[in-house]
């Protein structure tokens, strides 16, 4: 599994686009990315996974360069309710597979 | 998406006493699940996966003996704490995987207190 570095904690303020990066400059050539979130006392859930270029959902965007060695998750117009953990993971993606958590983001929304 | 539900949500128990969390999966089969704790202010910490009729297996340093995984079916793995120490307290969390981006699904968690 790549190792990944991403800021420990983030503030921002209600209505701003929020964009948190991540390194992982060891990524291999089958390796996904992919983002969770964890709000407090409650576990992980998905919030996006790319190979290349950028990926949108209904919750983020998730740019990724051409040399694939960070991505950039984009939380557009956040709310409070945003305020959570964000972790990074680089990994071919398989079902059975474990997975490995860093520290993660901690993003906090200010009013 | 998937669910994944565990029981029981919290639970406080005495020094010395075993304490089984169910770890359950919905609406989908999983083989294999995992088991994470987790410490206040810190990211997740693997401690085993659980496969479906066969022995589960231990990240390092976690005691086998101490915390029993047992994968009966294809929706449903316990973890048991045996004999809990104050320092077991701790946030507990499985997950499965199977998403169509194969992503894992995470329980609820279950938050453990040993007094």
């Known amino acids: 599994l790549a190792k990944t570095t991403q800021p420990i904690s983030m503030d921002s303020y209600e209505g701003q686009e929020v964009n948190i990066t991540c390194s992982h400059n060891?990524?291999?050539?089958?390796?996904?990315i992919t983002w969770y979130q964890q709000f407090p006392s409650q576990g992980p859930r998905f919030i996006i996974q790319g190979y290349k270029t950028k990926v949108t959902n209904e919750v983020a965007s998730l740019f990724i360069p051409a040399d694939r060695k960070s991505s950039t998750l984009s939380l557009p117009r956040v709310s409070l309710s945003d305020t959570a953990v964000y972790y990074c993971l680089v990994g071919v993606e398989n079902r059975d597979d474990k997975i490995i958590f860093g520290k993660g983001t901690r993003l906090h929304i200010l009013p | 998406g998937a669910v994944v539900s565990q029981h029981p949500s919290w639970v406080i128990c005495k020094s010395g006493t075993s304490v089984k969390i169910e770890c359950r999966s919905l609406d989908f089969q999983a083989t294999t699940m995992f088991w994470y704790r987790q410490f206040p202010k810190q990211s997740l910490m693997l401690m085993a996966t659980?496969?479906?009729?066969?022995?589960?297996?231990?990240e390092q340093g976690v005691e086998k003996d101490k915390f029993l995984i047992n994968h009966a079916s294809l929706t449903l793995s316990t973890l048991t704490v045996t004999s809990a120490h104050p320092e077991d307290s701790s946030f507990y969390i499985c997950?499965?995987?199977?998403?169509?981006?194969?992503?894992?699904?995470f329980g609820p968690g279950t938050r453990l207190t040993v007094l």
């Open positions: 997950s499965a995987g199977g998403g169509i981006y194969n992503e894992q699904f």
């Open positions: 060891n990524i291999a050539t089958n390796d996904y």
């Open positions: 659980s496969n479906e009729g066969s022995k589960a297996t231990y």
